[in-house]
């Protein structure tokens, strides 16, 4: 099987204006790909600094787009790894992306509760294969009773030596981890309970369609 890469160069990054940054692909023509409707499908890859692919969600259903972001969700929906291996999504999500921010907000909707989440991560880029990031380790899960956690901090920091991060993103994913805590702190955007019930009615009305 051959193994898909994505190689980017960063440059003007803003480290004094967080989240602001320009980014490209080599070799690739971004931009291509028109905004996605309502209730179409498509395909998220999910990368790592180094350029390999990490893990492809196939079928999220698109639920809003603007300039700035995508809201989909994805239900029982085939995760590829990059090992191959497969599974599928257990529960009803809402996924949340954005081109400014580096992360990207998962609601799970379960019966206990809707869990969060978040990935640190590049803003998102869209052509017409997918819709594309990098991946950057970091995680906060947010639990029903809004216990908040930290993940993968051993695994940033191998990657970030082993991959060779620049301070800047560093720097950037670190103010970016600020910013999502003041997000759940305060029930902004994603982390209100308005949004999941919005989203997911939107979403079961689209399937009687």
């Given at each position: 099987m051959q193994t898909q890469k994505l190689c980017y160069n960063y440059f003007d990054i803003d480290v004094m204006n967080t989240p602001t940054r320009n980014f490209f692909a080599v070799g690739e023509s971004w931009g291509t790909m028109g905004i996605p409707k309502e209730g179409e499908f498509v395909t998220i890859q999910s990368y790592k600094h180094d350029g390999h692919l990490h893990r492809t969600w196939r079928d999220?259903?698109?639920?809003?787009t603007s300039e700035y972001s995508l809201i989909g969700v994805n239900d029982h929906t085939l995760v590829t790894e990059s090992d191959g291996r497969r599974w599928?999504?257990?529960?009803?999500?809402?996924?949340?992306?954005?081109?400014?921010?580096?992360?990207?907000?998962?609601?799970?909707?379960?019966?206990?509760?809707?869990?969060y989440y978040c990935n640190l991560a590049s803003p998102y880029l869209l052509d017409d294969e997918a819709l594309k990031y990098i991946d950057y380790d970091l995680d906060i899960k947010v639990f029903p009773d809004g216990e908040k956690r930290l993940l993968d901090v051993d695994e940033y920091e191998f990657h970030s030596k082993l991959m060779d991060y620049p301070e800047d993103i560093d720097f950037i994913l670190k103010e970016n981890v600020k910013t999502l805590v003041d997000w759940i702190n305060n029930e902004k955007g994603p982390f209100s309970d308005a949004y999941v019930d919005i989203w997911y009615q939107r979403y079961q009305q689209l399937l009687k369609k």
């Open positions: 999220t259903m698109v639920l809003k599928v999504t257990r529960e009803p999500a809402i996924v949340y992306f954005h081109k400014k921010y580096w992360f990207n907000i998962i609601a799970m909707i379960r019966e206990k509760g809707v869990s």
